[in-house]
T-cell receptor, first 113, second 117 residues
């Protein structure tokens, strides 16, 4: 069965430090996509970054990068130089063969000043 | 500005009532989705629609109904058959499968928080 696992329920990080949020996935599909979304306390889901299963290079978007290790089935999100505004829930999701998203349970990130 | 709107932001329902949550998008997206989020959990798919006048059940469709009469609109009705409807409901849209978009990022509305009294 296809599944996304986020093993860190919560994390505290000092402002300006880098932080890595873990995500592992399980799928038998050859073609799939991995997404990271941010959910602030206001509730809306904000798209951060995408990695396709055939992409050879790790995706980057500004301060966000995705550490994609296909053999280990992991797609960790790295946030460089964290800011207070990065405090939020972060969700990893996988696009399955039906083009639907399967979601992890999320990681609550709190940035300390 | 293109985007997705959901209304109301907060909704209170009495036991035995049906309520309808609105979702409208002006992104010209073919596909639309409804998710439910419970505290401390990820999103679970209720229904989705890839084209007007067609929709499919997601993982937790029981007690919910939808319609897709217009491309822009995808209302969700929470019926009295849904035994535990208190949750945060998110609507999303994407370009859909037409054209083979492999990226298919989903854009989300601001959500509706439903509470049963």
């Amino acid at each position: 069965a296809q599944k996304i696992t986020q093993t860190q329920p919560g994390m505290f990080v000092q402002e300006k430090e880098a932080v890595t949020l873990d995500c592992t996935y399980d799928t038998s599909d050859q073609s799939y996509g991995l997404f990271w979304y941010k959910q602030p306390s206001s509730g809306e889901m904000i798209f951060l970054i995408y990695q396709g299963s055939y992409d050879e290079q790790n995706a980057t978007e500004g301060r966000y990068s995705l550490n994609f290790q296909k053999a280990r089935k992991s797609a960790n999100l790295v946030i460089s130089a964290s800011q207070l505004g990065d405090s939020a829930m972060y969700f990893c999701a996988m696009r399955d063969s039906n083009y639907q998203l399967i979601w992890g349970a999320g990681t609550k990130l709190i940035i300390k000043p | 500005d293109g985007g997705i709107t959901q209304s109301p932001k907060y909704l209170f329902r009495k036991e035995g009532q049906n309520v309808t949550l609105s979702c409208e998008q002006n992104l010209n997206h073919d596909a639309m989705y409804w998710y439910r989020q419970d505290p401390g959990q990820g999103l679970r798919l209720i229904y989705y629609s890839q084209i007007v006048n067609d929709f499919q059940k997601g993982d937790i469709a029981e007690g919910y109904s939808v319609s897709r009469e217009k491309k822009e609109s995808f209302p969700l009705t929470v019926t009295s058959a849904q035994k535990n409807p208190t949750a945060f409901y998110l609507c999303a849209s994407s370009r859909g499968l037409a054209g083979g978009y492999s990226y298919n990022e989903q854009f989300f509305g601001p959500g509706t928080r439903l509470t049963v009294l």
